[in-house]
């Protein structure tokens, strides 16, 4: 198992390669928590993620043997860029092997940073096999994205940072996948004050972690499609299970829209770009999955920045959804002249705006006299659109929404 003092000496090791994060105290977000909440910025390393440390660290003990060899890793995502950047740096070549479904922007990114990019299989586990047959037929080294001890170590790095930030924290809350960022982070706090509480979490599409312990050993848990598809594996690592089990004082589950909704908030309260995976944590603590009290001071790590632009605005329309400040209505009013203007009229004089507007004769299970109007409105909140619902139904309209 990783000890603490290989994550100190990792530590010493990266300094200089990857950015030290800032740690700061929540600003717009601060009302919405139930705690002092702290940030810790993971978001805003070099290749916009945490994998930048365990990379860094894992090149950086290579041997003149394996360096000349050239290193090889399976990822969709952060890893594959973290390992790229760096390798270069260390004049090391590397191949990524991602999925053909890989974003194009990942794709174009790891092979910026400097390395070969073979898209292989439509699944992550398909890019992990032909990875395997390369490193039989080439002989390069195989670099784990999160099952190996230099790996833990350099994450934990982050633990370390976290001490000297905020030495009177209580409480930690971290998003987990394969368990090498919660492991490093909980090694280096639980030796540093034992009392220390470390929560992970995990998407509900991917449950493997909290499968694992449910079962008291790693089990295959093949995750569905999710908006936190950085934490989305089949499976908690051999390393990193006994270290959580040890560790980590709970495993808990946020859905897509609270995952969404975290997003947001981060986006438009914090001026921070995270994506799904990061803003796990946020959506733990914000849903009351992670009890906290005012006492306490929690640190929640945003993992990760790199969130695909063209997933930006999906993932922000349905965190306005979830919030209530977006929603689609079908009403039914009578095919007359003026019912349309008076049901505007009627949503505007209740301060909803109508951003999109249609009307469903032919196909709309309505009787021959009446018209559903299909509105999708701004609102202030879930309550607000229940009031203008109420008041809808209130002038005599029919009024279902669209969830």
């Given amino acids: 198992m990783v000890t603490f003092e ?20 929540a600003l717009g977000t ?45 990822s969709a995502g952060n890893h594959a860029q973290a390992l790229a ?3 270069a740096r260390a004049g090391v070549r590397a191949t990524v092997v991602m999925p053909e479904t890989t974003p194009l922007v990942k794709v174009a990114n ?3 940073y400097g390395a070969e990019v073979v898209l292989h299989g439509t699944s992550f586990y398909d890019a992990v096999d032909e990875a395997e047959r390369r490193v039989s037929e080439q002989g390069l080294l195989l670099v784990p994205a999160f099952d190996d001890d230099a790996i833990i170590a350099g994450q934990g790095s982050i633990g370390l940072e976290l001490i000297d930030q905020v030495p009177d924290l209580d409480l930690v809350i971290v998003p987990i996948g394969g368990g090498g960022l919660i492991s490093g982070i909980a090694i280096a706090l639980k030796a540093w004050k034992p009392e220390v509480r470390i929560v992970g979490v995990e998407a509900e599409a991917a449950q493997s972690a909290r499968a694992a312990r449910d079962s008291g050993a790693i089990v295959d848990l ?35 829209e609270e995952i969404a909704s ?46 695909d632009v063209n997933m ?45 507007i249609g ?45």
């Fill in 312 to 356: 930006v605005a999906r993932i922000i329309e349905r965190g306005l959804v979830f919030d209530g400040r977006s929603a689609r209505l079908m009403v039914k009013v009578r095919d007359r002249p003026g019912s349309l203007a008076r049901l505007t009229d009627a949503v505007a004089a209740l301060g909803a705006n109508v951003l999109d």
């Fill in 222 to 256: 093949l995750p569905e499609e999710t908006i936190a598809d950085g934490i989305a594996v089949k499976r908690v690592g051999q390393r990193t299970f006994p270290i959580i089990e040890e560790h980590v004082e709970d495993i808990v589950v946020v859905s897509d």
């Fill in 262 to 307: 975290a997003v947001l908030l981060l986006l438009e309260r914090e001026r921070t770009v995270v994506e799904g995976a990061g803003a796990a944590p946020l959506a733990a603590l914000l849903a009351g999955r992670v009890p906290a009290s005012a006492e306490e001071t929690a640190v929640v790590v945003l993992s990760g920045g790199n969130i």
């Fill in 6 to 25: 290989q994550i100190r000496a990792a530590s010493a090791r990266i300094e200089g390669q990857v950015v030290r994060t800032s740690c700061t105290p």
């Fill in 359 to 403: 009307h469903r004769r032919s196909y709309a299970d309505i009787s021959v006299g009446d018209v559903e109007i299909v509105m999708h409105l701004e609102t202030r909140g879930r309550e607000h659109v229940q009031e203008v619902i109420g008041a809808l139904e209130s002038r005599g309209h029919r009024v279902e929404e669209d969830t």
């Fill in 30 to 74: 601060a009302d919405l928590a139930p705690c002092e909440l702290w940030y810790k910025f993971e978001n805003l390393q070099r290749t916009g993620s945490f994998k930048d440390r365990g990379a860094a660290n894992r090149l950086s003990l290579l041997t003149d043997d394996e360096r000349a060899r050239g290193v090889i890793t399976a």
């Fill in 85 to 87: 950047l760096h390798a």
């Fill in 110 to 112: 790891t092979r910026r």
